[in-house]
């Protein structure tokens, strides 16, 4: 299982689930940020199967990279593009709006079976077809999972796209759900569950989200448990592919050396005749952020085990990805544990040397968020470690940070967020996830500006509500929880 991204303004991908035929990791690691973008007109492009036009507009055409253009399909299904003319590559994902979040208790795990079984076959084509198809030329293909969106991608040359196409959406629209691979993959997903238990540095996220959002789907594993995994039937996975693989709730995006128009028709000639070449539709709307989230009262978790290392976790609720906020919260992290020159490595790395791994995080979904720091140490400085988190987090919130820090946290935001647009696969995402999470695309030139328009007022206002909230704990470590009191 893949851990998330600590870029400073991502949509969550901490816990995320993922299945690697082939290890391509480079999509999903840059973020769309949402707006009401000022797109231009709309026009007509060719016939769908079915009823009705699709619409295609230039969203923008950056000058720090290609145009973007979005076709909705009748279906609702969109195709977003940017055209990059001086790369040689394209990356083309499918993304799903559906995540672990959108399970019921017994259906937990159910995306990331999913997920797996969709690379077994198809109507067209065996697993051993999909894979030799894409690495007799060089390309990678993947998925992941997180707690609200689902994708599947691929990265060929330029001249390998229409291929990359067509086999991409026959497994994503046309799996078979084979009885038997249902038991193959329930096999291998529990074996990924057990190697996910003997990695307590990433099972301690898991624990902190659980300490937050309890029961709640947030709180879950996506990858489900032995529990929930073992008894789920095939026909169970297939209602939930059926019920969640909808046109309206996918989004198709592709970066790279291209021709939208190309790519819309390609799309569509790939899904004729398939389960998502359906009647018109209108596409879902992104996840609401109403009613938030209800969290747990401020909580201590233990996961005791006799491991060399300590890694602990104190940090809680945020904010979530729409808030005006974001900006600012992404500045205060920078500053405060996002890299070298933060405050806490500073302070617990490089003048004590009591931690190798310290960090702080945020994550954010539709309607929530959290905040927390992340530390990695011997057991016996697990206390000192704790105290000098809380003690900076407190001085923040009192006394805040100064402009020099600010503006050191601002050119990292900044800095960030463009050199991770210098992949093709960064750029998939950033098309996909500003469509699926906000409806819309910020332009680069105005996220940086808004980078820009926070103040040191705006960052320590949000420090003093955000770090002086009570703080939850987790720990997986040689500990019991009498070990440690709740702040």
Not at 100 to 126: C, M, N, V
Not at 248 to 270: C, Y
Not at 468 to 480: D, E, H, I, Q
Request: aromatic content about 6%.
């Amino acid at each position: 299982m893949s851990r998330a991204d600590r870029a400073p303004f991502p949509p969550d991908r901490r816990g995320v689930a993922s299945f690697r035929p082939t290890g391509f990791g480079g999509a999903g690691r840059a973020s769309g940020i949402g707006r009401a973008s000022g797109a231009s007109g709309a026009s007509g492009t060719g016939r769908a199967s079915g009823a009705g036009r699709a619409v295609t507009r230039t969203i923008s055409a950056d000058p720090l990279g290609g145009t973007v253009r979005r076709t909705v399909l009748p279906s609702g299904l969109r195709v977003l593009t940017e055209a990059i003319p001086a790369m040689r590559s394209v990356s083309f994902g499918i993304w799903v709006a559906v995540g672990s979040r959108d399970e019921t208790g017994t259906q937990s795990g159910a995306a990331h079976f999913l997920e797996h079984l969709l690379f077994k076959g198809t109507r067209k084509r065996s697993a051993l077809e999909i894979s030799s198809a894409i690495e007799a030329v060089g390309g990678e293909t993947n998925a992941f999972t997180t707690k609200e969106y689902t994708c599947y991608y691929a990265r060929v040359l330029d001249e390998d796209l229409p291929l990359a196409i067509d086999v991409m959406c026959d497994l994503v629209a046309d799996s078979v759900l084979e009885a038997a691979d249902v038991e193959t993959e329930r096999g291998v997903i529990l074996e990924e569950i057990a190697m996910h238990d003997d990695e307590p540095g990433d099972e301690v996220h898991d624990l902190f989200s659980r300490a937050v959002y309890g029961d709640h789907p947030l709180g879950r594993l996506i990858s489900g448990t032995e529990a929930t995994v073992t008894p789920m039937t095939r026909r169970q996975i297939q209602s939930f592919y059926r019920r969640h693989y909808t046109a309206p709730q996918i989004v198709v995006a592709a970066a790279g050396n291209l021709d939208h128009a190309a790519v819309v028709k390609l799309v569509r000639q790939a899904l004729r005749g398939t389960p998502l070449d359906t009647e018109p539709a209108t596409p879902a709307p992104h996840r609401p952020a109403a009613p938030a989230v209800r969290t747990r009262p401020v909580e201590t978790l233990v996961e005791s085990k006799e491991t060399e290392q300590a890694h602990v976790i104190l940090g809680c609720p945020g904010i979530d990805r729409t808030d005006d906020r974001r900006f600012a919260l992404g500045v205060l992290n920078n500053v405060l544990g996002g890299g070298m020159s933060s405050r806490l490595f500073q302070e617990i790395r490089e003048q004590r040397g009591l931690a190798y791994s310290v960090y702080s995080y945020a994550s954010q979904y539709a309607d929530t968020g959290l905040f927390a720091v992340y530390a990695g140490c011997a057991p016996g400085k697990v206390d000192e470690v704790l105290e000098l988190t809380r003690v900076e987090l407190a001085r923040v919130a009192a006394d805040g940070l100064t402009e020099a820090e600010v503006a050191r946290g601002k050119g990292m935001s900044k800095g960030s967020f463009v050199l991770g647009l210098e992949d093709t696969g960064s750029r998939m995402s950033r098309l996909a996830k500003g469509e699926l999470l906000f409806g819309d695309l910020m332009p680069v030139d105005e996220l940086l500006a808004r980078v820009d328009a926070v103040t040191v007022e705006d960052v320590n206002k949000l420090a003093a509500d955000l770090l002086a909230r009570p703080m939850s704990l987790a720990v997986v470590g040689p500990f019991t929880k009498t070990d440690f009191t709740t702040a």
